[in-house]
């Protein structure tokens, strides 16, 4: 998704700004841009560049130009195609002046048609142009001071934005504003740096001032002034940032997906251990009393794409071992739906990154109806962590990898460990059984990666190069083995661009299986309990008959789904509710090898972005 940099201090910048964008580059974009105030002419240069951020680097080789207030973007086009017209930094009639800009100006057409009436030239289909011509209309032409300038453009502007200007007439000061998109300043010594996530900075300082929900600020090479909407001084604490969060290398690993899908078990296991650490303080983080833990009556699950599939799978964990009634909501649709206040209520919003747009929003719109939240991410800096009521931190590390894999895996962890961390303080289960629970994620983790081990050059080999030329997947699972299903059909989509749909196994024979002939392969997500099996055993059956190519993943002892598959793969016998984490490896690598024999773009598919920061 779309990324700011900005830089204003005692160093020519360039580089620190280029430097930025390519350590945010892993959530992906298509097209970057670079501008400053030359510290030779003293006036603005822009450079902007389709296409990977090496194409701008590579063009800015041949020049000199350089200065001490800088900004740097990667665009992830929504209003206006992926043109170097309409990349980042966008600027003003006079050229003097340059804007980045993550978010969207809802407003935009209205706005750009009061400008034109003021003889304002367009040059781009953006909707961020806007933030240009009114910042000119304001301090060029109407001789504003630029801070008056910032407080009328914020006071009009509709939509979520992270915006910062540099202006040649302004060589000192860098202009910030946020609402509903993060964006942060980095304190440095003489220098100060600014992102819409930290990790643009953090190799040069960890010292970080996370901007409030609607507040605007001047910053400058010392330091900045922050204000609210309203144009009062606002005091923000700065925090200190841990700075392991620099991603990591691939190591030997080609891909950091498959480095990530290999990482699983040792994040699982730092994730419970993190959570058995803090268990006694457990009421410090989840942001609820424990009289108010013990009354809970229902959960709400928020979060989209891979994080929503936690939710689901987790709904069973919380159902079944605590006892409480548990939904989860795509966050992109909850915010539509009619809300219904409940009592005892606790809403958890899953997100790896803590940053997408559509759940943080659909958590400012339950805490508008004063309903408890409790975060679930990867990230401690996150909007989400500071907006949340309470928050629970998995110990994946930093996922680079567009596809989610162990932020999925020790999303599942975490939520089993709560599930029984509820139950345990709801008094339905023991001091042993939470306990054992744990012991229970330790050994799930062991068998994800020895399954994989088991397998990886099965289906390296032999399996992707077979599977290579089908162009659509069935998925199908029953009980927690659907949504299981739905990730492996999103997992595939993501990275192979092949066509994949999950299905309720029971639904298949309610339309799906009409597509069903030998050119279509289904795969079956098996389940360790006997009913759920048999049932799923029909479904196979019913495949078969239509001649239908089957891939099993199912359990040693399930013969009879094993012999129906033109391919199986078996999976170690591991408690039910924990059966897609067993099998989340190597379904992450089947997915995976399938789109490294296409010779995809693994790491950052066409299309997607990491953090997806609009709705
Ligand atoms: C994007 C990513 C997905 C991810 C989803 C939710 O769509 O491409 O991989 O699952 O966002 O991200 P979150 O950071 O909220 O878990």
């Not at 209309?137 to 300038?149: F, G, H, R, S, V």
Request: hydrophobic content about 40%.
């Amino acid at each position: 998704m779309c990324s700011v940099v900005g830089y204003i201090g005692k160093n020519k910048s360039r580089d620190t700004v280029l430097d930025g964008l390519t350590r945010l580059e892993y959530r992906g974009y298509d097209s970057a841009g670079f501008a400053c105030i030359d510290s030779e002419t003293k006036h603005l240069v822009v450079a902007k560049k389709i296409g990977q951020l090496s194409n701008l680097k590579q063009s800015l080789k041949n020049q000199s130009s350089d200065g001490f207030l800088s900004l740097g973007h990667t665009r992830w086009a929504t209003h206006g195609a992926a043109t170097e017209q309409n990349a980042h930094p966008h600027v003003d009639c006079t050229s003097s002046l340059a804007v980045v800009h993550n978010g969207i100006i809802e407003n935009h057409t209205s706005l750009k048609k009061i400008l034109e009436h003021e003889d304002h030239a367009f040059k781009t289909e953006t909707d961020s142009e806007v933030l240009a011509h009114l910042f000119e209309q304001y301090t060029i032409d109407e001789k504003m001071p630029p801070l008056q300038a910032m407080q009328k453009m914020v006071e009009q502007l509709e939509g979520a934005y992270a915006f910062c200007i540099i202006s040649e007439h302004y060589p000192d000061s860098l202009f910030i504003a946020r609402k509903g998109s993060p964006l942060c300043i980095g304190l440095g010594e003489g220098e100060m740096f600014v992102g819409s996530d930290p990790l643009a900075f953090t190799d040069k300082t960890n010292r970080v001032l996370f901007l409030p929900e609607k507040s605007y600020a001047l910053v400058h090479k010392d330091g900045y002034a922050l204000y609210d909407f309203s144009g009062n001084v606002l005091s923000v604490q700065s925090q200190i940032v841990d700075t392991s969060w620099i991603a990591g290398e691939k190591g030997d690993h080609e891909h950091y997906m498959l480095k990530e899908i290999y990482e699983q078990k040792h994040a699982i296991d730092k994730t419970v251990r993190f959570f058995q650490s803090i268990h006694t303080t457990i009421f410090d983080y989840l942001g609820i009393t424990q009289e108010e833990l013990q009354n809970l009556e229902s959960i709400t699950f928020l979060g989209c794409g891979t994080s929503a599939h936690a939710g689901k799978l987790a709904q069973f964990f919380f159902e079944q071992k605590a006892g409480i009634q548990t939904r989860c909501e795509l966050a992109s649709e909850f915010r539509h739906k009619t809300f219904f206040k409940q009592k005892n209520h606790l809403y958890i919003a899953i997100s790896q990154s803590g940053e997408t747009a559509d759940t943080l929003e659909a958590i400012r719109l339950v805490q508008e109806h004063g309903q408890a939240t409790l975060a679930l991410t990867n990230v401690a800096s996150s909007t989400l962590v500071r907006e949340c009521d309470g928050f629970l931190l998995t110990q994946a590390g930093p996922e680079i990898a567009v596809a989610s894999t162990k932020a999925f895996s020790t999303q599942l962890a975490a939520l089993y460990w709560l599930a029984h961390c509820v139950a345990y303080h709801k008094k339905s289960i023991s001091h042993k059984q939470f306990q054992e629970s744990e012991t229970e994620l330790f050994t799930t983790a062991e068998i994800l990666e020895n399954v994989i081990e088991q397998y990886k050059h099965e289906i390296m080999m032999d399996c992707a190069p077979f599977y290579k030329k089908y162009k659509e997947f069935i998925f199908i699972g029953r009980h927690n083995s659907f949504p299981f299903a739905e990730e492996a059909a999103l997992k595939l989509k993501e990275i192979s661009y092949v066509f994949a749909q999950a299905y309720p196994a029971g639904e298949l024979k309610h339309g799906p299986l009409a597509l069903v002939d030998e050119f279509l392969p289904v795969v079956i997500f098996s389940h360790p309990d006997p009913v759920i099996y048999q049932k799923l055993l029909s479904n196979a059956q019913e495949i078969k008959a239509r001649k239908g190519h089957i891939i099993v993943f199912a359990l040693e002892h399930q013969k009879e789904l094993l012999s129906l598959a033109h391919r199986a793969f078996i999976i170690p016998a591991v408690p039910s509710l924990l059966f897609p984490l067993a099998m989340t490896g190597i379904m992450q690598f089947f997915c995976y090898a399938l789109a490294k024999v296409s010779g995809h773009a693994i790491d950052k598919p066409r299309n997607l972005a990491k953090s997806v920061t609009v709705e």
